[in-house]
């Protein structure tokens, strides 16, 4: 999948200033030590069906900047991002409005896009759909199985494949949240607790069996789709290694995604930690108020440009 133009570059006068960044795994500010030329970098992208409003332009512009200040201390930037373009918010989303998920899908991505060149943010040069990943998701989760690090519920009807947070040696290290916290958010944020069959509440599901009226793909394991969560692990280590140095998004990803897209990568691939710099940017309030969906006070990047706004304001 194309990205969008890349922005010009203006060289910065001075002296480059070394990149120290709060790590959320080790709670700290750190220095960006990159080995080598060349820094690695994944963005988690949107879920195309309510782009792009200001809380998403906050996060990429964040990182654009990050992106920025390595190029201007002497780096390359391999940059990655996916987006979740199969997957349960994207398709009631679609039911709601009476359309295609896939045009649906389709559209919000394209006004990304434009949203993302107007703010003159850097494209990723990686710039996955998780259909497109369908391959490396199964291959990943092969591999998770083989290692017994995942199982299969037992459920004729649906035989759901799940990764086992005891498979993970340091789980919750890139969250440091407690077990209860860790309970309600995975609750919160698209976790399935209650789901019979599973080991621990806290197992996530790494391939959906195939449910009717829901898109599937083949695979060793049944016919089904990916989970949330390792769709990311494997797009990411695809084509950034098993250990990169930045794994960034909203602080609301912290907890279930990025702790799983970790624990998943680190148990198929055997190393300790999947990113050296785990990244986080706060929320977006209005008015007071955390900006969100389910309020319904999102206020979205093109609609401010056709109201007149300079993108560069």
Known sequence: MHSWP??????????????????????????VEVSGDTATMYVCGITPYDSTH????????????????????GYKVHYAQNITDV??????????DGVDWRELGTSQIDLFRSDMELLSVFPPQHYVGAMEAIDEVIEM??????????????????????????????????????????????AERGGDPDRPGKRDPLDALIWRAHREGEPAWE?????????????????ATNRLGSTFDIQGGGSDLKFPHHEFSAAHAEAALTVERMARHYVHTGMIGLDGTKMSKSLGNLVFVHKLVDAGVDPSA
């Open 54 to 73: 200001l809380g998403h332009a906050a996060t990429y512009l964040t990182f654009d900047l990050i992106y920025r200040q390595l190029l201007d201390n």
């Open 141 to 186: 989760v092969q591999k998770l199985l083989d290692a017994g690090a995942a199982y299969v519920v037992d459920d004729a009807e649906y035989p759901d494949v799940y990764a086992s947070i005891d498979a993970t040696q340091h789980f919750g290290y890139e969250s440091n949240y407690s077990r209860e916290q860790m309970e309600t958010f995975f």
């Open 87 to 96: 997957d349960d918010p994207l398709f009631e989303r679609a039911e709601r």
């Open 219 to 235: 695979s060793p394991f049944g016919p089904g789709r990916p989970g949330w969560h390792i769709e990311c692990s494997a797009i």
């Open 6 to 31: 890349t922005p010009n570059v203006d060289t910065v006068p001075g002296t480059p200033q070394p990149l120290r960044l709060y790590d959320s795994a080790d709670a700290a500010v750190k220095p």
